[in-house]
């Protein structure tokens, strides 16, 4: 079993920056690839960044350098650095654990940003 809890969302005006951290608890050993989607209004849940079990990192084309994503192994946390941020990157943003066990997903709650014009 692994919990997901999520902080960092909020308002900010574009060009500004958040930082998302994602806390894991549970079986964190279970914990391979961690990733951050979000959703916006009408639209599908998309992926934003990846992480891997071995550090590699990949990245939507619509965030390339603009966001970070990175991992506390010693926290057990996740981040996601968002820095210039656009209205385009406002929705709901989504912790994701991929698990080598069932139910081999997890995710969080979610976190609402909001960029304004």
């Known amino acids: 079993q692994v919990q997901l809890v999520e902080s960092g969302g909020g308002l900010v005006q574009a060009g500004g920056s958040l930082r998302l951290s994602c806390a894991a608890s549970?079986?964190?050993?279970?914990?391979?690839?961690m990733a951050w989607y979000r959703q916006a209004p009408g639209n599908k849940r998309e992926l934003v960044a990846k992480?891997?079990?071995?550090?590699?990192?990949n990245y939507a084309d619509s965030v390339k350098g603009r966001f970070t994503i990175s991992r506390d192994n010693a926290k057990n946390t996740v981040y996601l650095q968002m820095n210039s941020l656009k209205p385009d990157d406002t929705g709901v943003y989504y912790c994701?654990?991929?698990?080598?066990?069932?139910?081999?997903?997890?995710w969080g709650q979610g976190t609402q940003v909001t960029v304004s014009s």
């Open positions: 994701n654990a991929i698990l080598k066990v069932a139910p081999y997903s997890c």
């Open positions: 992480i891997t079990n071995t550090g590699g990192t």
């Open positions: 549970g079986s964190i050993s279970s914990i391979t690839t």
